[in-house]
T-cell receptor, first 115, second 113 residues
């Protein structure tokens, strides 16, 4: 069974630009979450989507947004990039169901460098 | 902020059991304890999770105290490839199946030859 797939793996952007990252969850998983990892702040929750609806949101500015498609694939977008947005962006997928079947699996991440 | 407390680092001899402790004294009744590990520059790898009973899988065992205020992850025979940062996480249940993982700084486990 294929794992969580994220593209692109590495990218470099300039301040002020925008970026879109893509995530394909494990087949059958309907929940997709996004996390940001930086050396200073560690791993922080951005948002979660389930059945094309944002179900949960972390404490990030409105420049960070996302969406989920009917096939459960998800994209996140960061507009007006700042140097501090340089980070590893991780996508995680799960069944989205309650209870112990809700194992959460992460992808390998997308490394974003803002210059 | 993370609600779990872990030692910042630990060493373990290769072939011996690695016992990684975690305190989660504020955990509520419907929150699971998850363990992940992260090898440098890779995504976190799921290890195991549990609610109140001890759990075992092909990677590790999870021992949760009866009061659920602490747990121990056991890697029975540590190898050099187990060198990683190990995260103990409470999952914050936000309702309707939504779980949010709040990561702390984890424990850097170094397996020594």
């Amino acid at each position: 069974k294929a794992g969580v797939t994220q593209t692109p793996r590495y990218l470099i952007k300039t301040r002020g630009q925008q970026v879109t990252l893509s995530c394909s969850p494990i087949s059958g998983h309907r929940s997709v979450s996004w996390y940001q990892q930086t050396p200073g702040q560690g791993l922080q929750f951005l948002f979660e989507y389930f059945s094309e609806t944002q179900r949960n949101k972390g404490n990030f500015p409105g420049r960070f947004s996302g969406r989920q498609f009917s096939n459960s694939r998800s994209e996140m977008n960061v507009s007006t990039l700042e140097l501090g947005d340089s980070a590893l962006y991780l996508c995680a997928s799960s069944s989205g169901q309650t209870g112990r079947r809700n194992t959460i699996y992460f992808g390998e991440g997308s490394w974003l460098t803002v210059v | 902020d993370a609600k779990t407390t872990q030692p910042p680092s630990m060493d373990c001899a290769e072939g011996r059991a690695a016992n990684l402790p975690c305190n989660h004294s504020t955990i509520s009744g419907n929150e699971y304890v998850y363990w992940y590990r992260q090898i440098h520059s890779q995504g976190p790898q799921y290890i195991i999770h549990g609610l109140k009973n001890n759990e075992t899988n092909e990677m590790a065992s999870l021992i949760i105290t009866e009061d659920r205020k602490s747990s121990t992850l056991i890697l029975p025979h540590a190898t050099l490839r187990d060198t990683a940062v190990y995260y103990c996480i409470e999952s914050a249940y936000s309702g309707a199946g939504s779980y949010q993982l709040t990561f702390g700084k984890g424990t850097k486990l170094s397996v020594i030859p």
